[in-house]
């Protein structure tokens, strides 16, 4: 697959072109040859540690979530307790495919 990871650029006020802090495009060729482009944000957060977090397709959503992303950091959120609290939702494919696995056994 073809891909390409380059910073967002924005223009400064004085007009000059200028990265976007945190801020990626991520633009990789499809198999039916269409190109897709993405966004994420890379940083280190409060804590020291590398966090990478998709974004959303369109650029102002994608510098909206950015923002929201910050002001957690800001207020030194745990990123870690998001994961914990999605394993803990309840019910995954893989729990559901198992499930039935076994009781197409029985």
Request: with cysteine; proline share 2%.
């Amino acid at each position: 697959m073809e891909q390409k990871l380059e910073r967002v650029m924005r223009r400064d006020d004085e007009g000059k072109l200028v990265p976007e802090k945190h801020l990626y495009r991520r633009k990789y060729k499809a198999v039916d040859g269409t190109w897709t482009t993405r966004y994420c944000a890379k940083f280190v957060d409060w804590s020291g540690i590398r966090r990478s977090f998709r974004l959303p397709a369109n650029l102002d959503g994608a510098r909206r979530k950015l923002a929201e992303l910050h002001r957690r950091n800001d207020a030194d959120y745990d990123f870690d307790t998001d994961n914990a609290n999605r394993a803990a939702r309840g019910m995954t494919f893989s729990k559901w495919a198992a499930e039935c696995k076994g009781k197409a056994n029985e």
